[in-house]
C-alpha cells in the first residue's frame, strides 16, 4: 500500500540530492542541472498532494512551475555560454570579480 | 504490484540523481538526467497524473536535457564518441536501421488506426481523462496566470537570444 508518506519521503531525497549538487559541484551546468532535480521534487511532492488530497490544483501547478524551469533553464544556460566566452570556463570558482 | 512498481521507480529515480551529482564527466550527468526524468514520469502516471507524465517527457527529457547537451557539445566540455562511418554506404545502413526501429516501434500503434473503432453512444458522455479536468481548471479560474506564463515565456526566449549572442565589437562613443 503506497501512502502519500512514501511520495513525500522521495521527494524530500530527491530534494536533498539537488542540494547537495548545488553546494558541491563546482561545473555550473551541473549546478543547473541539480536545480533542476531539485524543482522535480517539488513537483513531485505537488503531484502526490494533488492525488491523495483530492485537487486538481496541485498540477496546475506544476505545469507552472515546469514553464518556469524551462525558461529558468533558457537563461540559466545562454548566461552560462556568455560566461564561457568571457573567461574559458564554466567553473564557478573562477567567476569571482564581484567578489571582496 | 503498485508498491513493487513505486519501490523499482523510487530507487531508479534516487540512483540516476545520485549519478547526476556525483559522476564527472558532464556527459553522464545529462543521460542519468535523462533517465531520472523518465522514471519521475513513470511516478507521475502512477499518481494518475497522466497529462503532466507527457508533459514531463516532451518538456524536460525531450527540450530542456536536449538544450543541456546542446550546450555542453557547444561548449565543448565533452566530445561524443561516434564511431568511425565512413563512405555512403555505411550511412545508407544506419539510416535503414533506423527507420526499421521506428516502424517496430510505432507498429503496434498503426495496428490501432486500421481496426474499426467503436461509435459512441449518444446522450452517455465518457468520463473526464486527466486532460480533461486539467483543460477545465486552467482555461477558466487560471487563465491570468495562463498568460502571464505565456509572457514569461517570451521574456525567456528574448533574454536568452540576447544572452547568447557574440559581442559585437565595441566603439568608443562621444
Known amino acids: ?100 | 504490484m503498485e508498491t513493487l512498481l513505486f519501490y523499482v521507480l523510487g530507487v531508479v529515480t534516487l540512483a540516476s540523481a545520485l549519478f547526476v551529482v556525483f559522476l564527472r564527466r558532464p556527459l553522464h550527468n545529462v543521460l542519468f538526467m535523462i533517465l531520472a526524468m523518465i522514471s519521475l514520469a513513470g511516478l507521475f502516471v502512477m499518481l494518475h497524473a497522466e497529462f503532466l507524465a507527457m508533459v514531463q517527457l516532451v518538456v524536460y527529457a525531450g527540450a530542456v536535457m536536449v538544450l543541456f547537451l546542446f550546450v555542453i557539445m557547444l561548449l565543448n566540455l565533452e566530445a561524443l564518441p561516434m564511431p568511425a562511418l565512413n563512405g555512403r554506404a555505411a550511412r545508407w545502413w544506419v539510416g535503414a536501421l533506423l527507420a526499421l526501429t521506428m516502424v517496430v516501434v510505432l507498429g503496434p500503434l498503426l495496428r490501432g488506426v486500421f481496426m474499426a473503432s467503436p461509435k459512441p453512444i449518444a446522450g452517455m458522455t465518457p468520463p473526464m481523462t486527466n486532460t480533461d479536468i486539467i483543460a477545465k481548471e486552467l482555461f477558466t479560474t487560471y487563465l491570468l496566470p495562463f498568460e502571464i506564463a505565456s509572457v514569461l515565456l517570451l521574456a525567456a526566449i528574448v533574454g536568452a537570444v540576447v544572452l547568447g549572442r557574440r559581442r559585437q565589437e565595441k566603439t568608443t562613443k562621444d
Open chain 1, 1 to 100: 500500500m503506497v501512502t502519500l508518506h512514501h511520495y513525500l519521503f522521495l521527494s524530500a531525497l530527491l530534494f536533498g540530492v539537488g542540494i547537495v549538487g548545488v553546494m558541491v559541484r563546482r561545473n555550473l551546468i551541473v549546478i543547473l542541472m541539480s536545480l533542476e532535480l531539485m524543482l522535480n521534487a517539488v513537483n513531485l511532492t505537488f503531484v502526490a498532494f494533488s492525488r491523495y488530497l483530492g485537487s486538481i490544483e496541485g498540477q496546475i501547478f506544476v505545469l507552472f512551475i515546469m514553464v518556469v524551469a524551462a525558461s529558468e533553464v533558457a537563461v540559466g544556460l545562454a548566461i552560462a555560454v556568455a560566461i564561457y566566452r568571457q573567461k574559458g570556463t564554466v567553473d564557478v570558482n573562477e567567476i569571482n570579480l564581484m567578489k571582496w
